[in-house]
Structures are given as C-alpha cells and as structure tokens.
C-alpha cells in the first residue's frame, strides 16, 4: 500500500482561508463587526465607517487607532496572525474584542482589500493591496496615523455566497444594528456612519452611556433610563434598564454585553425581562442595555465563529445575580410594585353572589358549563340579519364611533328603544329576527376602519386634524427609516408628519376624529405604528395592507371603553355597510349568531 496514491491531503492555505470565511464573515455586517472590533482594540476614540450598496461593493473603516508598521501591516492578513495573545494562558485573561487572528485572513480571501496604516510618530503610512490571494502588493505612501481598511467586492471569487447576499436595504439594517451595538458599547469612541455618500450620523463622544443612548434613540429615553449597579465576585453589572414608557411591542432595543461584546444569550436576556415582572404580563420589550463584566477565565467566548454566544462557568448564579439587580434597580425607581404589595394591587372579584349549587350530582342539574358548541359560535348571519332596529336616521349612520366614558345618555333613545346592549364594556348584543347576534365592539370597529383605510390610500382626499401642539419625535435611525417607507401611506389617512431634521419628525395632524387625537402627546403611538408595520413586514405584509391593519387596531374602540347606544347603532349601521363584517383583518370573528331555535332547544322548548 506505501506507493498507492493518498486520498487524505492537506488543503492549500487558500482553500482553509475561503472556508474559514464562511464561517467568520457570512454578510457584510459580519465585515463590518470584524473591523471595528480591531479598531476598538487599537484603541481608536475615532471610527468611520463607510459602506456602499449595503456592504456589498464596498465596507471601509477608517480609525485613529495606534496602527501597525510594515512588517506588521503584512503579516496581519496571515492566518493566525495576531498581536492579542502569544500563549495558552492569554486566553484565560483576554481582555480585547479579537484573539484568533482569524478575521482579516478570511475578509481578505473572499474580497479585494486595501489598507493604508501608519504607527503615531512614523513619516510614511504602509500601502496594503489584496485580491484574494497572497502575498499582497505593498507599497509606501502618505497618510495620517491610525489605519483604513477598505474592503471591495465581498465575495467576489465565491460567487454562491454573493447570490445569497440579501438586498441591499436588508445588509444595510444589519450593518446599522451592529454599529449601534458598538455606539451603545463604547460611548467614549466617536462614531461616524455613511451609506451611499449620506452621513447616517455622526456621533460625537458621549459623557455617559445614557447620553449615548439619548443620541442613538431619542430624547424620549433621557428620564427614562434607571441605572444600574452591582458587584459580586462572580459578575459586575452595570447599564441601564427602562422604565415602562420604553416597552414597545417589538424587540430590538435590548442590549447586553458581555466584557464589552455585545452577545444573544437567550438565558440571560430572559433574566432582565423576568425582572419586570407583572409589568410585562402583557408582552412587550423595555428598552435596556446592560453590562455583565465577568474574569476571562471563567467564561469561553470562543465556543461560536462570531463570538456572538458564550458559555459561563457560573450561568446559573449569573442569571440569578443579574435578575435581581435589575429587579432592585426598577423597584428603587418604584417600576416595580415591592413584592408584598402586589397581592393588595389586584382588585378582588366582585361577582354577585350565586345561587348555592347543590354539591352532590343527584340533585338538581347543574347549570351548563362546557362552552356553546361550535357550530353555533360562528354563523354567518348575512347581510339579512334583520336587526330589529328603528330606521338609522342619517346623522347616525355616519356618526363617528368614539369611546364615551364621559359623555351620558342624553340620546332620545333609551337602551330599550334601540334593543342593542352593552355587556361587560366588552360585547354589543341584539335581537335579530332569527335570534340573538352578540358583536365584539373592538373587532367590529376595527374591520370597519381597516377597510375605510384600504378606501382611503386610493381616495386620495385625507382629513387631517391640526394638533393645537405639533409633537416632535426622536427616533432612532433604523425607527426613521422604517417609517419613511410607509409614511405616505399614514398621510393618506389624515396624519402630517414632517422632516424635522435628521432623525427627528414632526406630527402636525392626525387623522380627524379618531383616538390618535387624544393619544399623541409623547409621539409614543408613532413608535407603536413602526413596530406594528416592523411586525407586518415580516409577516411579507403587502404595505398598504400592513398600515391598514395596524390603523384599524389602534384607532379601534377598545374593548373595555363603554359605548353609548347612538354609537353602538353607528357601529352596526357601519359593519353592515362594510365589505366582509364577519371577520376582522386578523381573522377574528367579528361576531356570533345564536339562532332562536338554539336557545328554544337550551331550554327544553323543543
Ligand atoms: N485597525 C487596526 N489597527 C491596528 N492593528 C490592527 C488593526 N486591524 C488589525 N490589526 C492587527 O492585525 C492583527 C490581525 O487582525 P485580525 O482581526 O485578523 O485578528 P485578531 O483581531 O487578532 O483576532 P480575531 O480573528 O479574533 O479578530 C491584529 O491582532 C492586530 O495586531
Ligand atoms: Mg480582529
């Protein structure tokens, strides 16, 4: 067998470098953490980075950090170069964001790479030019200290991975979200985007991390913010958590770090949310961004290609530390009720007293409990439902359905006269010809709107309500971008919302009559339409058909609101002229027929 051929051999460099590219930069944005992360290391206060048609023709980050010398600038690009640690035990107290000496070999064999850098001090910059292969063309240049790398045609000589590049607006967000994480990180370092020559912003330093997120997010977080600090042997922690006014129906705004990289651990996010407690009872997700510092030695970051995901010696302890500062900090801020107040929070039910059931089966029948079968639940009762209603009178039919808590009963009609009721604030019941239609107030309200607002957008003929207070909103970048993609659309349905220079939009009106009206004061329902539309959009919601929806939802009367029998009779007036009344645009019914006869059987009549 010694002369057969071997089918086992070694790959060339090369070869090792592309594969190992598949792992270390999947997409642009990947590039984009890679470089920077050396130019943090490097310790640059200043970072620029600038990307064009979402990372795909070009990723350059230029800094001011300490640089690199000649033969430095050169070996960077081998594999395993690196300046970070020399030994095993380096690993044990790493304390920068890169140790492999991994990232610009495998950038470098995927792309063509040009890099200018020059230490503090030296007259000449060292000129680096790659095309996928070593060694590079190196040259001597000008240039200023600190280093540039600027990487052209990603995935140039790996043709399948550039066809799953996705487009160019979907990299962009990607590289955005990663330069937030550093921006949120590292508040003492100057930060600098631009895509497509465009200045997406430009971050001075910041004093603290809560003027930092104030840049990145909004004015609206400035009170809003509680910090956070605690030590034990095992972890630091320290940040910031938000209040309730920072929930929003959409995750994204949560950050957490570990020794200063930002990581995805589902374990410990889930120890900062379990922190809010009942205040999350009903979903949502507060902003935060919280700083776990724990010993090098006792957590390996290098069990993922990205280091996006870790393994602690202590996970246990750590979750349980974490979850109690943040729960000590919001109750400091009095977020959080004190645990033994909160049984007293919770209002007693106040049924009427029923009836004593008899306790053994052979007395009397008990009283139905089991639910309605289904077949009578949902019946499409038809447009011939035959409300057993006095004519509307034209001023009904179009009064504009509204919440009236405050408002009495001065209508000329009495509940009687009407025969529509009101049960639990919640349910609209009357009598049809065939027997009973109980209507959810929400879902009716919210069919009706969703298809005055599909009317709408092809109407072109908004009524825009002026605010006696034009509202301004902050937003962060990836916020605004997301609205400007619909806002045409909210502008059809009566909202003005103007530029107000960068980042910031100016809600002049809103749509006449509804709710938005009373509700605008922090523009917190504006960032409540993103995250519906942000929802809708991964759901491959057609646009209009997303706004709609989100529209009607939140214009809605709630269940809960209390309505008067003028309103109801609109609401149903309304729902009969509507396209498909039975369903709301979620698929909910809108409502439930009981036919007569059902009720006759319930009761023994036949
Ligand atoms: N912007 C920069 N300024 C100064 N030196 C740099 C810069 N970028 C890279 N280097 C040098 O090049 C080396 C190789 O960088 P590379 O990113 O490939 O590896 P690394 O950062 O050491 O480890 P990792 O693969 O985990 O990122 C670094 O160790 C550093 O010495
Ligand atoms: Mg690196």
């Known amino acids: 067998m010694n002369n057969a051929i071997s089918k086992i051999h070694i790959l060339p460099d090369e070869l090792i470098n592309k594969i190992a590219a598949g792992e270390v930069v999947e997409r642009p944005a990947a590039v984009v953490k890679e ?16 990307v064009k048609e979402g990372g795909r023709a070009l990723i350059q980050v230029v800094d001011n950090g300490s640089g690199m010398n000649r033969a430095e600038a050169i070996l960077a690009f081998q594999r395993h170069a690196t300046s970070k640690i020399a030994a095993a035990e380096d690993l044990e107290t790493i304390r920068t964001l890169g140790f492999r000496g991994e990232a610009l070999a495998s950038i470098a ?101 809560t003027e930092r997120v104030v840049m990145l997010f909004g004015s609206r977080l400035r009170e809003a913010l509680i910090e956070i600090h605690d030590k034990s042997p095992a972890v630091e922690i320290s940040g910031v958590v938000g209040k309730q006014s920072t929930i929003r129906q959409a995750r994204g705004e949560q950050y957490l770090f570990l020794n200063q990289r930002f990581i995805m651990d589902k374990s410990l996010n889930h ?97 139905p409990s089991t639910p309605a079968p289904a077949d009578f639940r949902v019946q499409h009762p038809g447009r011939q439902l035959g409300f057993n209603l006095t004519a509307p009178q034209p001023a009904l039919a179009s009064a504009a359905i509204s919440s009236t808590t405050q408002v009495a009963e001065t209508s000329d009609f009495g509940q009687n006269d009407l025969k529509i009721w009101q049960i639990h604030n919640r349910y609209i019941l009357s009598p049809t010809k065939a027997g009973l239609v109980i ?7 919210e069919r009706i709107l969703y298809e005055q607002a599909l ?78 539309f942000r929802r809708g959009k991964r759901e491959k919601l057609e646009i209009r058909d997303n706004v709609a929806r989100s ?44 036919p007569l006869e059902e009720l006759d059987k319930r009761f023994g009549r036949i």
């Open 35 to 50: 470089l920077v992360e050396n130019s943090i290391d490097a310790g640059a206060t200043e970072i620029t980075v600038i």
């Open 109 to 209: 064999s995927v792309s063509r790479v040009e890099m200018r850098t020059m230490e503090a001090g030296a007259t000449e910059a060292t000129w680096i030019k790659m095309e996928g292969t070593m060694p590079p063309e190196v040259s001597i240049g000008s240039g200023t200290p600190g280093t540039s790398l600027a990487i052209k045609n990603l995935f140039f000589n790996t043709p399948g991975r550039r066809k799953f590049l996705k487009a160019a607006a979907t990299e962009y967000r990607q590289i955005l979200a990663v330069i937030y994480r550093f921006a949120i990180a590292f508040p003492q370092v100057q930060f600098t985007f631009v895509h497509e020559d465009e200045i997406i912003f430009d971050m001075p330093v910041a004093a603290s991390l």
């Open 271 to 367: 120890a900062v949310i379990a922190a809010y407690g009942e205040i999350l009872a009903h979903g949502g997700f507060p902003f935060y961004a919280v700083f776990l510092q724990v010993d090098p030695a006792r957590v390996d970051v290098n069990v993922h290609p990205t280091k996006m995901e870790v393994k602690f010696a202590d996970d246990r302890l750590i979750y349980a530390i974490l979850r109690n500062a943040v729960k000590r900090a919001l109750s400091s801020a009095a977020v959080v009720p004190i645990e033994t107040t909160l049984g007293h929070a919770i209002p007693e039910m106040n049924w009427p007293l029923a009836p004593e059931i008899p306790s053994t089966e052979n007395d009397a029948p008990s009283l």
């Open 439 to 445: 209507i959810d107030q929400h879902v009716a309200h």
């Open 455 to 532: 009317e709408m957008f092809e109407k072109l003929n908004p009524a825009p309500q002026q605010l006696l207070f034009p509202i301004l909103v902050e937003l962060s970048v990836e916020d605004f971008e997301m609205l400007t993609e619909f806002l045409p659309f909210l502008e059809r349905l009566g909202f003005i919302i103007k530029y107000f220079g960068k980042q910031t939009m100016m809600i002049e009106a809103v749509p006449s009559g509804s709710r938005y009206a009373n509700n605008m004061q922090d523009g917190k329902i504006l960032l409540e339409i993103i995250d519906d």
């Open 551 to 594: 529209y009607a939802c939140h214009t809605a009367v709630r269940s809960g609101d209390r309505l008067t029998p003028v309103t109801m009779q609109a609401l149903i007036n309304q729902l009969f002229t509507a396209k498909s009344p039975y369903f709301c645009p979620h698929g909910r019914p809108v409502m439930i027929q009981i």
